[in-house]
């Protein structure tokens, strides 16, 4: 990866600009224009280097719930289940692993009984019935940004 790639990517993770124009001010950092800013954003975001681009909020302290789920789902029903909990746009990551609880996902909600009411209707929609409902108790993990 190119050092200027590098330099956007932490920019982009700790200080973004909040601004009108935030790209203009990171190419101002970076001493390149705008436009190769964006076009070097793009082209990490195809190569799937940058997933999404958003702001990271502090949901408890918004009053919302959330948790991470593990599910232990059925090969034949692995596309209907990562389908139906991926619909719900509060879904902020679900991905397979080879154990024995297969799928897992972490989903926020506006209180813990809209949480319950979404895993409620993952279990009627999928039959999947087997999920772990794992709300955090204390937080161990308040930033994750890597130095490039």
Known sequence: MEETDKKILNILQ????????PFSIVAK?????????????????????????????????????STLCAARVPEDKIELF???????????????RDAEYNIWFTVSAASAKELESFLDNVKE??????I?????????KINASFEL
């Open 29 to 65: 950092k970076c001493g390149i224009s705008e436009e190769e800013v964006l076009a070097r954003v793009q082209k990490m975001k195809n190569e799937g280097i940058i997933r999404r681009i958003g702001a990271v909020f502090d949901g408890a302290k918004l009053g919302r719930s």
């Open 125 to 130: 929609k999928t039959g999947v019935t087997d």
């Open 132 to 140: 772990l409902d794992m709300r955090a108790v204390r937080t161990f």
């Open 14 to 21: 700790k200080e973004f600009p909040l601004t009108e124009e």
């Open 82 to 96: 990562v389908t139906t909990v991926n619909a719900n746009k509060n879904v902020t990551h679900n991905y397979r």
